[in-house]
């Protein structure tokens, strides 16, 4: 399924900043990025360390908002949403994997994954349900009950794309969602996620350090010291 | 987010830390058991002395020589049988007067002796006070007027010394004097720390004889009806003044009695509330306190909820809730083991308590306010946590 021509980009960024008061130094992590992700793409985002990719995911997952510069989201302008419009955007249109998997310790894979669904007032029945069927999705549904602890790093980062999944949420943003684990959990992650992008149609962007995770995707972008650097196809 | 779902997060993370749950709700339990039960035992004070002093009879005016009040000087002004019979004129009705002489003294009948209040009086009593009796008679007219030497008992003291045998018509002895009983009265317990079962009431004048004495300590005034209380009163002190130029006499009625014990009684209950109130603050302190490390301990969680789609709104919700859970969960529970306890206090030791409606439900309400007043410092830090730096935190 591709998303008809009409259809706004997922994100449309104009010369983006974003510098953080640092003991009174001005750090700049985004000096000025224009960039467009049009809707259905699998985009990854690869550079050295510290050269502003975190903080253009978190721009683009408006968990923050730019210091200068327009970023639209589905075409809605992030500047003109109150703090409850952002909170309502985040839980509607895009899903968050992160390295470090972020799943609520005490709390069973399914309570996980329904955690979205708590946000957006969909009754307990319909959480489950949906749930369930997310973790089938990602190839857990013999792991309902299990609490994180009890799961490998693997498994757990699948819950975690599993409650990225279960709103149907138009992109999803992973900042390195195999940096915590081994070949083979890492290539069954991108299996997953490269499966979304291809059935689904949702938007994928990942930020990754290894070549070959970068490789599964359709464009990459380089970022260094703050700027988009190469975008290529 | 529902508000369903908020209530459920929030016993779902004080089930998780069910001890330090446990502990910190301790400070609000003994805030507002230490409210319920002082409140208790203030109300059940005022209620028993309201009662004794009800107890008495209606309508009754107590006239002693001097002036009453704090700081008053000794009194010089003396009080005596003339002056009685002044009273008695300007009452008009001479039965509604009585007068008391009163002394400790020891009783004795054969090997039996008890230390009893002898109180000279009259045969007016029973006009007056509400002294019923339990065998033979009052004292009578004729009594005083002979001096005889006749008592009527008060209910311990005639099981004290003549046990299960009838008192009546038998003798005791008071300072070497022999008495004949002619009444034993009912049981009425004690007014003001006054045992009056322990009185043995002889006539006035044959008490004065024995004590040697030509004193009175007081005259007693039944009114008809609560109306004639105050004007009777000024009657009386008046004639009084006019008797014995210079001098002050006082009359005092049972409602300015029950007006100043009951003042004094709620000033104590006020500030006895006050200080448990301050452990109740106490405890609300340490609610927030543990909210505060809550929140910190769990920043990564605050950051992941607003990540998924969690406005402020409902952050703050969420810890709110459990902030109010947890001083009401105490709050319950201090109301239980409070009202336990008075009832406890009540029936186990000679301190009375009474649990009125009013001092729970406001127990109740203050621990959910100190909930709401000491969670939402915690609950706002927390839903202005930056989710990118929530994430970040260790
Ligand atoms: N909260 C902050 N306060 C101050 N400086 C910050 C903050 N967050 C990021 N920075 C700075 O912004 C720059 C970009 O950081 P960012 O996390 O985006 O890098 P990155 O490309 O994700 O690096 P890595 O590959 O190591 O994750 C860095 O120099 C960093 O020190
Ligand atoms: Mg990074």
């Known amino acids: 399924m591709t998303a008809p021509a009409t259809a706004p980009p997922a994100f449309e960024g104009e010369n983006l900043r974003r510098s953080y008061q640092a003991d009174g130094v001005a750090v700049e992590a985004l000096r000025g990025v224009d960039l467009c992700i049009e809707s259905g793409e699998f985009v990854a985002i690869i550079g050295p360390s510290g050269s502003g990719k ?7 997952g408006c968990l923050d908002r730019p210091t200068s510069g327009t970023l639209r989201v589905g075409g809605v302008d992030v500047a003109t949403l109150s703090e409850a419009g952002l909170a309502e955007l985040r839980n509607e249109t895009i899903g968050f994997v992160f390295q470090s998997f972020h799943l609520l310790p005490r709390t069973s894979a399914l309570d996980n994954v329904a955690l979205p669904l708590v946000y957006r007032g969909v009754g307990a029945a319909e959480r489950r349900t949906r749930a369930r069927a997310a973790l089938t999705a990602v190839g857990l549904g013999h792991r309902l009950t ?9 498994e757990q980062q699948r819950v975690a794309i599993a409650r990225a999944l279960v709103g149907d949420p138009k992109v999803v943003l992973a900042d390195e969602p195999t940096g915590n684990l081994d070949t083979r959990n890492g290539a069954e992650v991108m299996d997953i996620l490269a499966g979304l992008n291809a059935d689904q149609g949702v938007a994928v962007v990942l930020v990754t350090h290894e070549p070959e995770v970068a490789a ?4 990459r972008i380089h970022v260094r010291d703050g700027r988009i650097e190469q975008d290529a196809r | 987010m529902r508000a369903r779902e908020a209530f459920l997060m929030a016993t779902e993370a004080l089930r998780v830390n069910r001890l330090r749950s446990a502990l910190t709700m301790f400070g609000v339990i003994v805030g507002v058991l230490a409210v319920v039960v002082l409140v208790a035992i203030g109300t059940g004070a005022k209620d028993a002395v309201e009662s004794e002093i009800a107890g008495l009879g209606s309508n009754i005016i107590l006239v002693v020589p001097g002036q009453i009040g704090v700081g008053a000087l000794p009194t010089q002004s003396r009080l005596g049988l003339a002056d009685a019979a002044h009273v008695r004129r300007a009452v008009g009705d ?6 008391s002489v009163a002394s400790g003294e020891t009783m004795r009948v054969g090997r039996n002796e008890a230390f009893v209040t002898i109180t000279g009086t009259d045969e007016n009593i029973p006009n007056i006070f509400d002294r019923p009796l339990a065998k033979g008679r009052h004292l009578s007219e004729t009594d005083v007027d002979t001096r005889r030497r006749v008592a009527v008992l008060g209910s311990e003291v005639a099981s004290r010394l003549f046990g299960d045998i009838d008192p009546i018509g038998r003798q005791a002895t008071i300072s070497g004097a022999r008495f004949r009983v002619v009444g034993v009265y009912e049981t009425v317990g004690a007014t003001f720390g006054v045992a009056r079962d322990q009185e043995v009431h002889i006539p006035v004048t044959t008490a004065q004889r024995l004590l040697g004495l030509s004193r009175i ?3 007693a005034i039944g009114a008809t ?3 004639e209380i105050e ?12 008797r014995h130029p210079g001098e002050r006499f006082s009359a005092v009625t049972q409602t300015q009695l029950l007006g100043t014990i009951g003042s004094v009684l709620g000033m104590l209950t006020g500030v006895l509330t006050a200080i448990a109130g301050i452990s109740l603050l106490v405890g609300g302190v340490g609610v927030s306190n543990i909210m505060l490390v809550s929140v910190r301990e769990r920043t990564r969680e605050i950051g992941l909820r607003k990540a998924l789609g969690a406005r ?9 809730i459990e902030a109010v859970l947890l001083t009401t969960i105490g709050g319950v529970l201090g109301i239980l083991v409070g009202v336990g306890g008075s009832l406890l206090i009540d029936a186990v030791t000679p301190v009375p308590a009474t649990i009125t409606l009013w001092s729970v439900l406001l127990a109740f309400g203050v621990s959910v306010a100190v909930g709401v007043f000491f969670g939402v410092a915690p609950a706002r830090r927390a839903a202005r946590l930056d989710p990118v730096a929530a994430l970040r935190a260790e």
């Open chain 1, 54 to 60: 975190s903080t253009l995911m978190h721009l683009l």
């Open chain 1, 146 to 154: 299990h609490r994180p602890a009890q799961m490998s790093g693997g």
């Open chain 1, 216 to 219: 599964r995707a359709s464009r």
């Open chain 2, 94 to 99: 001479p039965s509604r007067v009585t007068v």
């Open chain 2, 217 to 219: 300590n007081g005259i």
């Open chain 2, 225 to 227: 009806g609560p109306d």
């Open chain 2, 231 to 242: 004007p009777l009163r000024r009657r009386v002190v008046a004639a009084l003044e006019e």
């Open chain 2, 312 to 320: 402020q709104r409902d952050v703050l919700t969420q810890f709110l």
